[in-house]
């Protein structure tokens, strides 16, 4: 009696008090089966965070794509990384729209006089972030040729110094796969940024529209101390123009 | 060899009974149901601010076209969403407002296990199809309703359990599935915990203990003005190293009951800082009703009395004997 009770004190939660009922509501065949699917379960919510931001290439990143289907299905399969690894600076994406009347209309968003409540100010925000990811993880198109020349630079001195097949075809498979990467990627941008520039074009009856994506840099403690504002244009970035459209270089399908 | 064997089979044994007792004991619904109408306004409470701009994020015509969401990974996506169903404005509005009266039922709690799974779906949905807008808000959201969807939450504070006292049937509160749903989300809460202090500590500004300045001084985040912190930097080097500290060990501390207390009311202050100070109450407030999980349902039968509770069912008789005992 005394070994269990000690066994009880270890229990985590409110097992000592309910382990007084000897009885459980469900026979062990069930247990057996319910056991099985937490456990699976709980591998399938762990997989998320081991394998995304980043992954092991043999082990977390394969169970990762088996189980994508439960993951999409659920919405799981989240990092978890809040605020990791460092805060970092926040990105604005800015505007400027040519009107079909000849007016310019600039804008930004997040903009804290426009978008309310704070929940709906957090949307624009995290929309505004995406953008910057996608632009800034996507290399030019002259960057992204360069370095698929460098791998195929290296494929080709392989095969004519005659290395073993298994180096020749990881090289292959890093070329593909940054083909594979890179074109993804563009398309990803590609994708929102005309959704974006569409959605402002209809809103402001535009004739062209440029968008720009701009850094705002934390201020260093001392700076503050010394009378700067968090706002202070000097924390601003120069803007960077991200794409350009007219109504012609938007389908129809995605003006109408 | 047979004392050996002896040995590993009392060990294997003593991990059945625990794993047992664990999972499936018997657990009122309380809790469950408190964090149900709690989880279930944030629920109401995001989705209805959907509402100002809805055309804009999940219409057609919006910021963000369908295809996006699908374009993240090589090969088929399994991610779904009922407004790509059919495209009219009238499927648009009509199925917001109708998800809008399920989330306010699953709140109410009427009709709980089916509105709880609805909610579920429509928490994915939503989510889903405004991929590039989501942010940890909606991930704590889907798997908190999930879990509650799978318990019998309904069972006390609920029109289910006022409608069946009503009627005359009493239902009996503590069920194996309440357990089951409360370790699933502790459990979860534990993940989420461990990874993002894990990720912290790959960062410098978390070791170096200016991380919190970067939080706090960020523009876009502020929302209180905390920039007389720069005074001192040592109360953000400590709150920093606090924080981080907290986090990696959240997972460790929070099961034994004399550090319990300690970790979860950290984790109110800490949520509600970054709530107030970082313009995210939302999120903040739904990191609380998580750990909510981790408060016996015995508490909240001290506190909230009978309130819309089956005076002969809300507790098992072992959990009344032990809540008197200690």
Redesign the interface.
Known sequence: MSVRNDKLQMLPMNESENCRDPEFAWGAVTRGIVSLVIALYLGIVLLGPLANPIGSADLTLPLSRAVRPVHQFMYLGHGYRFFGPDPGPGHLLTYRIKTNEGDIVEGQFPDRSQHWPRLMYHRWFMLSESIYDHYAFTPSPEMFRESLAGVQKEIDAARIEGAPREIVDELERRHWNMRQDYDLSSRRFDVVVRGIAGYLMRKYDGQSIQLFCLERLIPLPVDVRSGNELDDPRYLSVPQQIAEFTWSDLSSEEIQ | MSGISSVVRTYGR?WI???????????AANTLALMRVLVASMLL??HL?WT??LP??FGD?????T??RG?????P????SHFEWFQSSAWLWGSHFAGLLVLFLFMAGWQTRITGILSFLL??SY??R?T????????IN??LC?YLAISDCGRVYSVDAWLNRKRGRGLDGS??MNN?ATR?I???MC??YL??GL????????WNGE?I???L???????VDM?WI??H?WL?NLLTLVAVSWEVAYPFLV??RLTRPIVLLMAVGIHLGIGVFM????FGLVMIYGNLA?V?PQVWRRCCGSIGADETAEI?D??V??AKTT
Request: aromatic share 22%; with cysteine.
């Open positions: 003593s009974d625990f794993w047992n007792h664990f999972w499936f004991e018997k657990r409470y995001t601010v100002l701009e804009t994020f015509a919006g910021v963000l076209p295809e996006y374009l993240f990974q090589w090969g996506s399994y991610s779904w928490v994915v989510a889903n405004a590039g807008a989501q942010f940890g808000l909606d991930q889907a798997f999930c069920t194996v089951i699933l502790q459990l979860h993940v989420v990874f993002a990720g912290k500590l790959q960062g410098g500004y978390w991380a300045w970067g939080a001084a960020s523009f876009e985040y502020q929302s920039t720069s005074d930097m953000v099961w034994p313009g995210m109450l939302t981790f016996e098992t072992h959990q004997v032990a």
